[in-house]
T-cell receptor
C-alpha cells in the first residue's frame, strides 16, 4: 500500500486569497492526481501531476486557478488561487500503485472559503 | 463519457442486517472497479478492487461482485455493525489511464 499525507488537514480562508496544499507519498510514484469533492458531491478529477512536465488539466479546470507543482516523485502541491466560496471543498491527492492496480488517497484537505 | 450511478443514495439498517449497495456504469470497457469507504470530512479508504476479468472479491465481511457486461457491481457487507456507518463510493477505471470515474456514493447508517 501507499501512505499519503496532506497538509493542511483543514483551513478557513478569506475570499480572494490563495491556499497551497501539500501532498507527500512514502514511495516514488510516476503519477499523482488531484481531486475535488464539493459538498454532497462525488469526486471530480482536477488534474494529473507529472514529474518533470506540466500538469494535465481536466475540462473545466485551468492552470491559472489551480497551479500544480511536482518537484520530485514523492511530492506535489496544488494551489487554489483567488478563492471564492464556490471553492469550498475537500481536496484530495491520490496515487496509483502499479503493483496492485489500486488507487490510494490522502486524508484530504477541507477548505472553507468565507 | 463514463457515468457511474449508485443506488440507493442513502440507507439506514439495524445492526446485524446485511447491506447491499449497488453501482452501475454506462461503459463496460473498464480496466477495473474499486470500492472505497469515506467517513465524514475524511479521505477515501480502499476496500476492494475487482479486475475486469474477475467476477468477485472478498475481504472479511465484504464481498464485491462485478458483472461487466451489464455494467453492474454490488458490494455486500455481512452482519452490519455501527462502525460500518460511512459513505461507500464506487469508482471505475478505464483502459489506458488511471483517471477514475466516481459515483456519488451510498450513505449508510447502521443503527445499534
Amino acid at each position: 500500500s501507499a501512505v499519503i499525507s496532506q497538509k493542511p488537514s483543514r483551513d478557513i480562508c478569506q475570499r480572494g486569497t490563495s491556499l497551497t496544499i501539500q501532498c507527500q507519498v512514502d514511495s516514488q510514484v510516476t503519477m499523482m492526481f488531484w481531486y475535488r469533492q464539493q459538498p454532497g458531491q462525488s469526486l471530480t478529477l482536477i488534474a494529473t501531476a507529472n514529474q518533470g512536465s506540466e500538469a494535465t488539466y481536466e475540462s473545466g479546470f485551468v492552470i491559472d486557478k489551480f497551479p500544480i507543482s511536482r518537484p520530485n516523485l514523492t511530492f506535489s502541491t496544488l494551489t487554489v488561487s483567488n478563492m471564492s466560496p464556490e471553492d469550498s471543498s475537500i481536496y484530495l491527492c491520490s496515487v496509483p500503485l502499479a503493483s496492485t492496480d489500486t488507487q490510494y488517497f490522502g486524508p484530504g484537505t477541507r477548505l472553507t472559503v468565507l | 463519457k463514463q457515468e457511474v450511478t449508485q443506488i440507493p443514495a442513502a440507507l439506514s439498517v439495524p445492526e446485524g442486517e446485511n447491506l447491499v449497495l449497488n453501482c452501475s456504469f454506462t461503459d463496460s470497457a473498464i480496466y477495473n472497479l474499486q470500492w472505497f469507504r469515506q467517513d465524514p470530512g475524511k479521505g477515501l479508504t480502499s476496500l476492494l478492487l475487482i479486475q475486469s476479468s474477475q467476477r468477485e472479491q472478498t475481504s472479511g465481511r465484504l464481498n464485491a461482485s462485478l458483472d461487466k457486461s451489464s455494467g453492474r457491481s454490488t458490494l455486500y457487507i455481512a452482519a452490519s455493525q455501527p462502525g460500518d456507518s460511512a459513505t461507500y463510493l464506487c469508482a471505475v477505471r478505464p483502459w489506458g489511464n488511471n483517471r477514475l470515474a466516481f459515483g456519488k456514493g451510498n450513505q449508510v447508517v447502521v443503527i445499534p
